[in-house]
């Protein structure tokens, strides 16, 4: 059972990220935007597999949730029109094809070369205690820089948002 | 057969390699944007996986901290798009070549 729904997610999770690059019917950047959502709740599901289920309520509520919406609201916000019409380059195309392909087969071979010794499952939960009590004891210092972050993302978001940017 | 590290490694791989693609083909700011959040998607599996086959929560806590930091990039990135909008009505790269010799 597991197994199988590992397949159907890993597999859902690829094809929708190849429909975000590259989708043979629209090149409309909202369909992009519906199948990165697509990817992410897939996902979510593969974190449901690997137990780590606060990751996987994280990754909808902020990810599918708030930063897609922010996405969708740029979009909707800019009109692109215009992008539709435009080509794309066969030389942009090759050249990214080859690179990728290269990165891709370094990686898999060091996969197959490597000794991956942890095969087993053990016995982790990543639920929302677990999670909580290292965040709030060993790692109180990079959340609480985590939050000044953020406050400076907000504080920069504001000032590039004013109508004349100096 | 039962699902191993290497499974959810080739799937996070293979993920990195769709975004990566997506950022040097596509020619739009935003799908580039969004090719990026698949990147670290990717990233963020392999170390969920990393954290699972270990027994170590740290790694879990590691993507808590990237998920933040991402949403953080997102708003700014996204902020810096609508600017450069206003001032050149447009989100294609290849109009964008102000620093090109």
């Not at chain 1, 599901?45 to 289920?53: C, K, N, S």
């Not at chain 1, 309520?57 to 708030?66: E, F, I, K, M, P």
């Not at chain 2, 959040?37 to 086959?53: D, G, I, Q, Y």
């Not at chain 2, 790694?59 to 909008?85: D, K, P």
Request: a neutral charge; charged letters at 10%.
């Amino acid at each position: 059972m597991q197994d199988a729904l590992f397949y159907i997610f890993a597999f859902l999770t690829l094809v929708f990220g190849f429909l975000v690059i590259a989708n043979p019917f629209s090149r409309n950047p909202v369909t992009s935007a519906m199948f990165l959502v697509l990817t992410i709740v897939s996902l979510a599901g593969l974190f449901v597999l690997l137990h780590a289920f606060f990751l996987a309520a994280v990754q909808v509520l902020v990810y599918a949730g708030a930063v897609m919406v922010l996405f969708l609201f740029v979009i909707m916000l800019l009109d692109l029109k215009a992008e539709e019409r435009r080509k794309i380059k066969a030389l942009g195309v090759g050249g990214g094809l080859v690179s990728v392909g290269a990165i891709l087969a370094i990686f898999l071979s060091s996969l197959l070369h490597t000794p991956l010794g942890a095969t087993e499952s053990p016995a982790l939960e990543g639920g929302t205690v677990q999670l909580g009590k290292l965040l709030f004891t060993e790692y109180l210092l990079p959340f609480e820089i985590v939050s000044v972050l953020l406050l400076v993302a907000m504080v920069g978001v504001v000032l590039l948002s004013k109508k004349e940017l100096k | 057969m039962t699902i191993g590290l290497e499974h959810y490694l080739v799937v996070s791989v293979l993920l990195f390699c769709l975004g990566l693609l997506g950022v040097i083909v596509r020619r739009n700011l935003l799908v580039i944007y969004m090719s990026l959040e698949l990147m670290l998607n990717a990233a963020n599996l392999a170390l969920v996986t990393f954290s699972r086959f270990t027994n170590n929560l740290d790694g879990q806590v590691f993507v808590f901290f990237v998920i933040t930091v991402a949403a953080a990039e997102v708003s700014v990135g996204l902020a810096l798009i609508v600017a450069l909008y206003r001032k050149r009505q447009t989100a294609h790269v290849e109009d964008l070549t102000t620093l090109k010799l």
